[in-house]
């Protein structure tokens, strides 16, 4: 079964507690994409990677990290919290963007 | 840059009702368009796709048609059911530039017996 998978699903912390948000997929896919996903906003990309060591920048990067040593990872990485980067995460896996299949969302409070 | 516009909810619909969610969008060129679903507590699917100019994406009795000339992407269905209450977001993409999904912000739907 196609899965994309992240860890935590929920998460509260504090201001600048470094925390990392781990996604897996078992699918093969070569791309993979964190968003964010904030009511009236909808989702907006954060950053994305089109294969192993291949990242950039998305919508809106600013405070976060990625790394993509193995195909199928792809951390996000938030060095320092801040409470406006409470929202709900969501990671997605596809072999191009026609086709994303997303995780189930990390709920993240930063207080 | 790429936008997409989509009605506001929260949509209430009695069952075996007739559904439209109105989307429009503002591209360079020729996008693809989606409509993603997001049920409570889980992650988007992929509900429909077009890719190309009057293209007519299908699943699960929804439908949406690919209007270059109103460059809009309406969702509709014909009879929804209580297990479409969900909520439903129309996207776009182009190939290259990072393949980034352009998303509206979601209607909410709620379909009562």
């Known amino acids: 079964e196609a899965q994309v998978t992240q860890n935590p699903r929920y998460l509260i912390t504090v201001t600048g507690k470094k925390l990392t948000v781990t996604c897996s997929q078992n699918m093969n896919h070569e791309y993979m994409s964190w968003y964010r996903q904030d009511p009236g906003l909808g989702l907006r990309q954060i950053y994305y990677?089109?294969?192993?060591?291949?990242?950039d920048k998305g919508d809106v990067p600013e405070g976060y990290k990625v790394s993509r040593k193995e195909k199928r990872n792809f951390p996000l990485i938030l060095e320092s919290p801040s409470p406006n980067q409470t929202s709900l995460y969501f990671c997605?896996?596809?072999?191009?963007?026609?086709?994303?299949?997303f995780g189930p969302g990390t709920r993240l409070t930063v207080t | 840059g790429d936008s997409v516009t989509q009605m506001e909810g929260p949509v209430t619909l009695s069952e075996e009702a007739f559904l439209t969610i109105n989307c429009t969008y503002t591209?360079?060129?020729?996008?693809?368009l989606f409509w993603y679903v997001q049920y409570p507590g889980e992650g988007l699917q992929l509900l429909l796709k077009a890719t190309k100019a009057d293209d007519k994406g299908s699943n699960k009795g929804f439908e949406a048609t690919y209007r270059k000339e109103t460059t809009s992407f309406h969702l509709e269905k014909g009879s929804v059911q209580v297990s479409d209450s969900a909520v439903y977001f129309c996207a776009l993409s182009h190939l290259g530039g990072g393949n980034k999904l352009t998303f509206g912000t979601g209607t909410q739907l709620k379909v009562e017996l």
């Open positions: 997605a896996a596809g072999v191009h963007s026609y086709e994303q299949y």
């Open positions: 591209a360079t060129g020729y996008p693809s």
């Open positions: 990677s089109m294969n192993v060591e291949v990242t």
